[in-house]
């Protein structure tokens, strides 16, 4: 066991870690403990990574070069599987983006290995593998340098995807998949080709296998860089889209509740006046209808956080106007370590949801919408509820929209909330009990947040 094979199969793993970290870094969460699960499993992974050393010297010594063949590329590939787990471990992230990192950092580290270990070292310059400081050095350079370049223009571009690059969809997964096989496939036949296990008792390097690889492995990376590229874009059309959408909402929302209070208004200007000259005998009949017309301002409500005011006083005026019953039962203080934007985006589009399902219902009794806010064991819980007939159709843990000319926009909503659950690393489940459509948000407290929360109500008792 030389000096040099333990630094070719420690260069293997190390650079593959580095490369996938690079990739990950930019985007993913870190999971709790993170910097000591990274020295842990790093060790660990270059341990058994020298490990093969002695297994392939004993393939060698009782194998010929087919098993020997055989045997590096099931190590290897398991090497990289056993990566791909680690980095699972290490960060909160989905099985697809597990595929894409792999794939961009294999292709990133073999473009290095190919340049600088089978041209540079097995080919043009062999002095190289008998002078292990200086390959050693050679090595580290090409390698940051080669880093920075795609953390630059590829890695660093990442950090726009807040957290999650692709769902866990069977399509993806599989496309993934397939590209990695490929990868894994054209890299090591284009291997065999440069060092001519072709052919037999062949000692001469073949550099069209090396340029072969090296082409590979670039429109690997070309394809990975255009394919996310492709992705954010269509993400960010999909804003674009929701945001028009929620502002002509917003507009008519808007526009409706001026109406509202201009009849209210313009109804207590023919009331007070027609008070002036009332007798005792119709006064209270003008006085009940005053009354009736000011009740309008009992739909402002008041918790203790001024977003869920808002939102509540506008769907509370939208819903008296249409005759729809909303009822709301709120803990508001819990809110309160959501930013403004996210706490009026998901309960504006969760109200907005629940309010256009029962609108459909002529019976006044089904147009009921219900919103309670709670906090519980460290968790804030939202749930509403709403009225609904038929089986409702589910797809990825949402409803489908029953109505075909909104479907598109009621998509984006339903995205759009489990979005920003899943930025606080909560969960969003959609559920149908016989007519009642449940919506349940549960989302982990801040632990600083919750002790000032807790001191909070200690002080109020």
Known sequence: MSGLDIFEELRYIIELLLAEYMFAYYFAKKKKG????????GVLLCMI????????????????????????????IGLLFLTMFFIKVCFEISFSDILFIAISGYAAMHIEYVVVNEVLALGVWSYLQTNLPLYVIICTVSCGLWYMLIMKIFAAKLRACDGKLYEDTKETIGLFLVLLIV????????????????????????????LMD??????????????????????????????????QKQYQLSKENIEIINHKCHDLKHQLEALKHADSKDMQQYLAEVEDSIMIYDHVVETENEVLNTILSEKSL????????????????????????????????????AIEAVSKYQDVEK??????????????CIQTNNYVEGELQFKDGLPLSTKKRN??????????????????GGTLVASQEKNIFMLQIILPMPKEFVRLLKEKKKNDL
């Open 34 to 41: 993170f910097g000591s699960l990274m020295a842990a499993g």
């Open 49 to 76: 990574s020298v490990f093969y050393i002695s297994i392939r010297q004993t393939v060698v010594a009782y194998g010929d070069e087919l098993i020997t063949g055989i045997v590096s590329c099931v190590w290897y």
């Open 183 to 210: 990868l894994l496939f054209g890299t090591f036949t284009c291997q065999s080709v440069f060092r001519g296990w072709y052919q037999a008792n062949s000692t001469e390097n073949n550099y069209l296998g090396a």
């Open 214 to 247: 090296f082409f590979i492995c670039t429109l690997v990376l070309v394809v990975q860089y255009s394919a996310f590229r492709i992705n954010t874009l269509s993400r960010e059309k999909e804003i674009v889209k929701q945001l028009l959408y929620e502002r």
């Open 318 to 353: 939208y819903c008296e106007k249409h005759q729809i019953t909303l009822t709301c039962i709120a803990d508001a203080a819990p809110m309160d370590f959501m930013s403004v934007m996210d706490i009026y985006a998901l309960l504006g589009n969760a109200f907005d949801n």
């Open 367 to 380: 147009r009921v919408v219900s919103l309670t806010i709670s906090a519980k064991n460290d968790f804030l």
């Open 407 to 424: 479907r598109t926009y009621h998509g984006f909503g339903m995205k759009s909330m489990k979005h920003l659950t899943e930025k606080y």
